[in-house]
Each structure stands twice: as structure tokens, then as C-alpha cells.
């Protein structure tokens, strides 16, 4: 026991000496998670500019123009002519493009039926698919709006018309995540992908400093106690990091949170331990710091990916899905959206921790791994 | 050494170099495959719905049968509550629930009006999105539907019915993207990107290995060594980007509008000005794990802020400033503007030029840092 507390402390101060691990566990992750917050702090798309061609320049032209501006998302601008929108639109001025025809209120009231043409830019399919419904939907209530007057002249009753023009209306609710805020739905896993690559950076050069440059053991205990040693001091640190993200994005900016964080900071737990297995197997296999890193690098970046918040896991191909279940993240990102979002007990989160199983696979293949290291330094210690 | 010489001595050392060899040429392809795995199948569809029929009548079963044809939902079942619904969304079995309130025929036919409620997980933003259209298509559908029979029974001609509820068609197209799949979404900003990245974290760990070290470096100018690694970078860039925005743009179906010969015309001065920023970049490092980490923890800021993902238009000023001076900001922008949106290329020209300017100023870094390193090298040998 005396052993393991004073590895500990010269792990603690091999730390203190490392300016760049320190930065890892300190100031780093402060910087890069207020960094990403402040990038998405706008939170709801809003005020996207959008060109009107207005062709008809009529009373109805004018009002459905009026309703455009009153929405939120959509900044109209008011553009001459059609060419000049489509440059507009190329250079990524505009985000989509609105035509009322010539005649529209004529054809309208001479009982054509006139086409009103939107065309969205999906290139940024986010923007697009959301200006396209908007617009529609605006559009659509402004059309009813000179309809309801028409019925009116006609000498239905007002109390009819409504009921007429849309007998079913539909209330659409966004379940668990109320606005539709960017903020609750892409910053906690985008940060939680973060997270993930600084513990795998901090454990992997804590690992590395382990090595002779010729990819050896340095002399001194056994490998397995420095590994309990690492695992010691880095928890807690990359446990503090965890919670200062779930502290700041539910209690500072007190996103909606229907669940306790306290099973949070214990699915943290888990995903922790099971980084740590994933970066001892890329150690004992590498056993060289950049490669180490490199490998890292290539496993975890794109794990945001992989989540299944921006794309739906289920349509993602099976080898994706098999892919999915190596990354800690998108298990740990399953146990967040149901604490966060339908407040799930700690029997369901109890549940999910289970899917880690996979993991316990590679602690009989760490020690096959970590004996065939040691034998090797020792053979080389004699040898010299 | 010959100029010559020395680029081939460059790649020498760059295929010799495990971690370098690994990044660049595992990296690259690795990230090809992987990267856009998720998103094979492009467009969510069929999402599994819920329904809570309180009505359990003909016109009813109608909307779910509607709601059903409708490419985006799935109706998997049908619950008799609204919290069984809702623990059938908890449990992930349904993304989405639709509740046909009590009296729903009844009412429309006495011709009251009705409330249909749908639910989406928004949890996850693309699920949502389908659900909640899929949902409002298939109820509007059955709205006219019903005036349609409503107008017929008070003896309307049928044409003039349809086209009564038909006043004004509102055609909605999208462009550039016509099939809104997410691979040709992600990928051009996204490639650009990992050619970027890897760029810089090869020239990183090259230059990081070597200042501390003897070698060929010392004997050359410093104008020399930039200039031949610059070569080096490019020659194999040219093979990396004409891969990446040839080949896989092709593989992953992203529409390409721009010239080969204007394409080309735009990788110039990015890979130029990506590979002297990564020789600048590399003087401040002597450990060869630390630009790999440096880089990682900053592409996912990167990504972001280069306005492919989420709209330039909400990013806060300062941090778009400050992103400027990224090679890959200013080239995705371009890029997409240029090849898969079709601009002119007087449109993107100031972009072009910005990057000329990026390059021309991390070359003078790149000489300048080059030339701190070896002094200090062989001072200290001296």
C-alpha cells in the first residue's frame, strides 16, 4: 500500500512538472469547452437572410411579405430580380430564395391557382430543411389569412371560417428538448466528444512516460501498479472536467435536465474506465508515444459521428453500428439523453452501463499483452 | 544537395517516419471510409411513430393508414394512453407518437374544428425533423380530405372544390443538394478538413522530430528547407486531394459544379498556405507527440466555425475573425461556394487571394522559426 501511495505521489509530480499535461487537465479543457459553448451560444437559428423576388409587387405581394418578416427565423431581402438572388444564394448570402410570381393576386382572384416558388439551399441541409418548412408555413397562414377574407365577403360566419379553412389543425411538440435549442441538442455531445479525446490524451501521455525511447519499460515496479497509479490520479482529474460540463450546461445555463446528475457523473465513471482500457490495449500494442497518439487520434475523432444525436443510429449500416459500440462515447451519450431528456432512474441507467460488456474482453488480452512487455524490458535489463 | 535532392530526401524522410507514414497515408484513407460511414443511407426514413387512437373511427384509421404510406414514418403500433406512448418513446422503441383526440370524425363532420398533437424526440434533431413532417403532410392531407367531402356533400363542382382548397401551390425545391442526403452534406467541408489536419500534423511531427537532432536539415538555408518541404507536402498532397475531391466526391455522390481545372486552381494556395502554417507550425515543438494533440483537440472548433455545419450567420464575430486565419476556414467556404454551389469565380476571388496572403505569411513564419531552430541547435552542439 505504502508502494502504491508513493507512486501516486511521483505520478502527482511528474504531473506538476509536465507544462502541456498540466495545460490537459487545467486550462485546456476550460478553453475548448466555452469555446464550443460560445460558438453555438446563439442557440436557435434565427434571423437567416432569405431573398424575395417580389414580381407582382401587389397589395397580397406586399402582406405575405409583411408575414415573412415577422417570423423570426427568416430575414427577407427584398432582391429585383431573380439573377441576382441565384448569385446571392451561390456566394451563400441568402439561404434560400422566395418568388411571387407576376399576377399572383390577379390569378388568385380569378380563380387560377398561381405556383409561389421557394428554392433552399440544402447544401446546409440544417438551414435548409428548417427555412424550408418556415417559409411554408408562413406563406401558407398568410394565403389562409386572404382566403378567411374572401369567405367573409362571401357571408359565412366568422366563427365558421377558421373551421372551414383548416378543420384539423396540428400542434406539433417537441418532446424533451421543448425550443428545439441547438444548445441542449448539439453541445452536450459535441462536448462529451471532447471530453473523451483529453481523457484519452492525458492517460496516453501519462502511459508514454513509462517508455524508454526505445519503447521499453523504464526499471522500477511492475507495470500493473504504475497503471493503478495512473488510473488513481487521472479519474478523479477527468472526472472534474465531466462534471464542470454537466455543472455548466445544467446548472449555470440551466438547460432543462429531468434527471439526476449523479447518474451522470457515474455513467462518467464507467465511460472512464473503459477509455482507460481502450489506451492501455493501444499502449501495450504500440508502445511508442507519437504512434500512440496517432492511433488515439484516429479512433476517437470522429466520434461525434457516431453518436447518433446528428443521424439516427438506426439507419446508420450495420458495420457503422459495430463501429458505434467500440467508442465509450456513444455508450455514454445513450445513459445522458435518457437521464437529461425523459429523466430515467438509475434501474434504466443500471441497464445501459451493462452494453460496456464488450470491454471486459480486453483485460484477459491487457495481461497476456502486459507480461509479454514486462519479460521483454527484463530481458533487456539483464542483456545490458 | 540540389533542390532536387533534397525533396526527395523530404519524402525519404516522410515514408521512414512511422508516425508520419501512418497519419498521412493510413490517416487518409482510414478517414475516407470512416468518417461518412454513418451517414451511408443519407436520408432518414421511416421513423418509428406511435399512435394513440382515442377516436377508433373509420376516418381515423384513415390518417394512420396515411401517416403510414408517408416515406418518413413507420407506424409501429398503437398504445390506448398517452404515458404508454411516452414509455414507448423512453424505451427507444418509438422516435414519435400522434394522438387522434376523442371525437375526431364526429367533430369534423359537424364541422367543428379539431386538434391532432404529434410528438417528436427532440433529442435528436433529424428524427425530429422527419417525424414532425411526415406527421404534418399526412394530416394536412386528411384535412383536405375532409373539406374536400364537405364541400362535394353541399354540392360543389369537384373541380372547383379541389382547386378552392389548392388556391396557391407553394412549391418548395431544395438546390444544389437535390437528393438532401447527409454525405453530400458533410463531406466537402469535412475532407477539406482531414486533408487540412493531416497536412498540418505530418509537417508537425517532422519538423518536431528533427530540430533537436543532426541531420540533413543543418547544412541547408532555411529558405532552402521550407521551400523543399513545401514541394515534398504537395507532391504527395497532389495524389491526397485529387483522391479525396475527385474519386470519393464521386463515390459519395456530392454534385460538383466547378471545372477540374478550377478546382485545382482553388487547392493551390490552400495546400500551399496549410503546408507552410504547418512548417511554422512545427518550430514550436520539439516533442513529436504534441502537434497530433494540439491539432485534434482544436479540429472540432475548426469544423464548426467554418460554416458548413452550423450558419455563419450565428457564430459570434470574434471568433470568426480570429478563424480567418485558418488556411481550411476560408478554403471549405470557397470551396463548397465554388464547386457545389456553382458560383462565379470572381465571387470567391477575395477568398482565393485571402489564402495567398495566409501562405505568404507562414512562409516568412516558416523561415523565420526554421531559422531560430538551427541556430539553436548548433549553438548547442557548439
Known sequence: ?384 | MTFWQLILTELKAIVADKAIAVTLFGGVLFYSVLYPLPYLHQVPTEQQLVVVDLDHSSLSRRLIRHADASAKIDVIGQVTSITQAQSWIESGRAHGLLVIPEGFRRDLLLGKGVTLSYGGDASYFLIYSAVAEGLVSAGMDAGKQVQLIGMLAKGEAPKKAALSLNAVKINSIPAFNPSLGYTPYVVPGLFLLILHQTLLIGTGILGAGQWRRKGYWQNISPLKIVCGRISAFMLIYLFFSSFYVGFCFYWYQVSVQASLGLVALWMLPFLLATSAAGIAMSTLFIRRDLPTQVLLLVSMPIMFVSGFVWPLALIPEPLIWVSQLIPAVPAIMGMIELNQMGAAWSSVLPKWLQLWGLFGVFSLLAVYGVSKRLQQSSASQS
Not at chain 1, 430564395?97 to 390569378?107: E, G, H
Request: hydrophobic share 50%.
Open chain 1, 1 to 384: 500500500m505504502t508502494r502504491l501511495t508513493s507512486i501516486i505521489r511521483r505520478e502527482l509530480d511528474a504531473l506538476w512538472r509536465s507544462p502541456w499535461q498540466l495545460a490537459l487537465v487545467s486550462y485546456i479543457p476550460l478553453l475548448c469547452i466555452l469555446c464550443l459553448w460560445w460558438l453555438f451560444s446563439a442557440g436557435l437559428p434565427r434571423q437567416l437572410p432569405v431573398a424575395v423576388v417580389d414580381q407582382d409587387n401587389s397589395q397580397l405581394s406586399r402582406m405575405l411579405t409583411r408575414n415573412l418578416v415577422a417570423n423570426p427565423v427568416i430575414t427577407p431581402q427584398s432582391f429585383t430580380n431573380l439573377p441576382s438572388a441565384v448569385t446571392a444564394m451561390k456566394q451563400a448570402d441568402v439561404y434560400a430564395i422566395i418568388v411571387l410570381p407576376y399576377d399572383l393576386k390577379r390569378d388568385l382572384v380569378t380563380g387560377r391557382s398561381p405556383t409561389i416558388d421557394i428554392r433552399y439551399n440544402s447544401q446546409f441541409l440544417l438551414v435548409g430543411k428548417l427555412l424550408s418548412s418556415q417559409i411554408q408555413l408562413t406563406l401558407g397562414a398568410g394565403l389562409l389569412e386572404v382566403a378567411g377574407v374572401k369567405q367573409l365577403l362571401q357571408g359565412v360566419p366568422k366563427s365558421q371560417v377558421a373551421v372551414n379553412l383548416s378543420p384539423v389543425t396540428s400542434q406539433t411538440t417537441a418532446l424533451f428538448n421543448r425550443n428545439n435549442n441547438y444548445v441542449g441538442f448539439l453541445v452536450p455531445p459535441v462536448l462529451v466528444a471532447l471530453w473523451q479525446l483529453l481523457a484519452m490524451l492525458t492517460f496516453a501521455n501519462g502511459l508514454s512516460r513509462e517508455l524508454t525511447p526505445e519503447g521499453l519499460l523504464i526499471p522500477g515496479e511492475g507495470v500493473w501498479l504504475r497503471v493503478i497509479a495512473k488510473v488513481a490520479v487521472y479519474t478523479p482529474l477527468l472526472l472534474l472536467q465531466g462534471g464542470f460540463i454537466l455543472t455548466f450546461l445544467y446548472q449555470y445555463l440551466a438547460l432543462p435536465a429531468a434527471g439526476s446528475l449523479a447518474l451522470l457523473v457515474l455513467a462518467q465513471v464507467v465511460m472512464l474506465l473503459a477509455v482507460w482500457l481502450l489506451v492501455l490495449l493501444v499502449f501495450f500494442i504500440m508502445r511508442d508515444s507519437a504512434r500512440m497518439v496517432s492511433f488515439g487520434t484516429a479512433l476517437f475523432a470522429p466520434a461525434f459521428a457516431f453518436m447518433g444525436i446528428t443521424f439516427p443510429v438506426h439507419e446508420m449500416p450495420m458495420l457503422a453500428q459495430w463501429w458505434r459500440l467500440i467508442m465509450p462515447s456513444s455508450h455514454y451519450i445513450d445513459s445522458h439523453v435518457s437521464v437529461i431528456s425523459y429523466g430515467s432512474g438509475w434501474e434504466t441507467v443500471a441497464g445501459q452501463l451493462t452494453s460496456y460488456w464488450g470491454f471486459l474482453l480486453i483485460i484477459p488480452l491487457l495481461i497476456l499483452l502486459a507480461r509479454r512487455f514486462e519479460l521483454a524490458s527484463t530481458s533487456n535489463e539483464e542483456r545490458s
